[in-house]
């Protein structure tokens, strides 16, 4: 009896955690998608409600799965491309040395990944050369065009660096506006976990979490949850003993 009062009590605790950071908000009803609908409690003010008992079940199970992966060594990409998520989704990635989009997607990124590792290499050879002081070997006109294209290489690829090869999962910020990075994902195969409002379809993704992915503080509570998970799977991973 006491273990399912503590149940009860903790998820009690994550749903008012939920509520806190306004995860319950969604759009007002003209811009809902139908496959929304069973993820709604109700309106308010004319803003539909989520009910947070089915976005903390859904929020448990992406966060079981993201746990699994993690400990697996899999590489999670998170994306958030949105003003409100591009800071929460680079400190969040940073924290768990994690490759990450906080700004607009390129097309290819994943289907293309061959060609985007060769830009991610350029990038990280200048870096090298620069810090190891050997770009003393160029002209100063050649310094100063290597410095432009390493401005540029850094604001499309720096968050991909620790991309080696293609990722496990991807979390999204908004599955509606992050389409393309959702379609790629789809179409290797890669789960796609996601945030989403009342107007994402939420069938397109294998873990959709039905929330608020418009508010600062909700888009923060949902990707601290997930690198929360991360973390956890990371510390879980089997150590191998050394073959003798």
């Known amino acids: 009896?006491?273990?399912?009062?503590?149940?009860?009590?903790?998820?009690?605790?994550?749903?008012?955690?939920?509520?806190?950071?306004?995860?319950?908000?969604?759009?007002?009803?003209?811009?809902?998608?139908?496959?929304?609908?069973?993820?709604?409690?109700?309106?308010?003010?004319?803003?539909?409600?989520?009910?947070?008992?089915?976005?903390?079940?859904?929020?448990?199970?992406?966060?079981?799965?993201?746990?699994?992966?993690?400990?697996?060594?899999?590489?999670?990409?998170?994306?958030?491309?949105?003003?409100?998520?591009?800071?929460?989704?680079?400190?969040?990635?940073?924290?768990?040395?994690?490759?990450?989009?906080?700004?607009?997607?390129?097309?290819?990124?994943?289907?293309?990944?061959?060609?985007?590792?060769?830009?991610?290499?350029?990038?990280?050879?200048?870096?090298?050369?620069?810090?190891?002081?050997?770009?003393?070997?160029?002209?100063k006109k050649e310094r100063l065009l290597i410095d432009r294209e390493i401005i540029r290489l850094q604001a499309s690829f720096s968050g991909l660096t620790p991309m080696r090869t293609l990722p496990k999962v991807v979390f999204v910020i908004d599955s509606k506006r992050e389409e393309i990075a959702v379609k790629e994902a789809q179409k290797l195969k890669i789960p796609v976990v996601a945030l989403s409002s009342s107007d994402c379809d939420m069938r397109t993704v294998e873990y959709s979490i039905p929330g608020n992915d418009a508010a600062v503080a909700s888009i923060r509570f949902f990707v601290d949850e997930i690198v929360s998970a991360i973390v956890d799977g990371k510390r879980a991973q089997v150590v191998k003993e050394p073959v003798l």
């Open 1 to 139: 009896m006491s273990n399912i009062k503590e149940d009860t009590s903790k998820i009690h605790t994550a749903i008012e955690g939920l509520f806190k950071a306004g995860a319950h908000f969604g759009l007002i009803r003209s811009r809902r998608h139908p496959s929304a609908k069973p993820f709604l409690f109700g309106i308010k003010n004319k803003v539909e409600i989520f009910d947070l008992e089915k976005t903390h079940d859904a929020l448990e199970k992406a966060k079981a799965f993201i746990k699994d992966e993690a400990q697996k060594g899999g590489l999670i990409l998170l994306v958030g491309g949105k003003n409100e998520a591009r800071q929460v989704i680079q400190s969040g990635a940073l924290k768990v040395e994690m490759p990450y989009v906080a700004g607009r997607w390129l097309g290819g990124t994943l289907t293309n990944f061959s060609e985007i590792k060769k830009r991610i290499n350029r990038l990280e050879d200048f870096l090298s050369q620069r810090e190891k002081g050997e770009l003393v070997k160029y002209t």
